[in-house]
């Protein structure tokens, strides 16, 4: 089920690259990353109203766990101005890759207390395979 959710995941990120490119080819970077993160607010707020959910307490979480809506923001702003230099696949490939080393990274040394998932040299094969893919792409 993970793995379906994951992949799943990756559908849903390309598509709101190329909707999220849309809206700032339309209203321009900085105004779209507003539209966009105020109409996901309306969203989650409804889903936390559908479900019943409540918020949590919060005391004793880090302060710096909280600037992964700041990445958030980033992201969006950053993926909006290149997916409309790179088109929607070279940014998402580049987004990935990005992804997949940082995660490689926070893995193996388990920051942000993440389990420890020791590095494994056939990894390398799969990165290489990945920046290859990503060359070929950008020949096109």
């Not at 321009?28 to 707020?45: C, D, P, Q, T």
């Not at 919060?58 to 997916?83: E, Q, R």
Request: aromatic share 12%; net charge positive; no cysteine.
């Amino acid at each position: 089920m993970n793995y379906f959710v994951s992949v799943f995941t990756g559908v849903i990120l390309a598509i709101m690259v190329s909707l999220n490119g849309g809206v700032s080819n339309a209203a321009g970077n900085y105004a779209s990353s507003v539209i966009i993160h105020f109409i996901g607010l309306i969203g989650i707020i409804f889903v936390l109203i559908f479900t019943k959910s409540k918020i949590k307490n919060l005391k004793g979480i880090p302060f710096y766990m909280f600037s992964g809506g700041l990445i958030g923001v980033l992201t969006v702003l950053f993926t909006n101005a290149s997916s409309s230099v790179l088109g929607v696949s070279l940014t998402v490939s580049l987004t990935l890759l990005g992804q997949l080393v940082t995660s490689l990274v926070i893995d193996n040394f388990g920051y942000f207390n993440m389990p420890v998932v020791k590095f494994d040299k056939r990894k390398i094969l799969g990165l290489v395979i990945i920046i290859t893919g990503i060359y070929v792409m950008t020949l096109a």
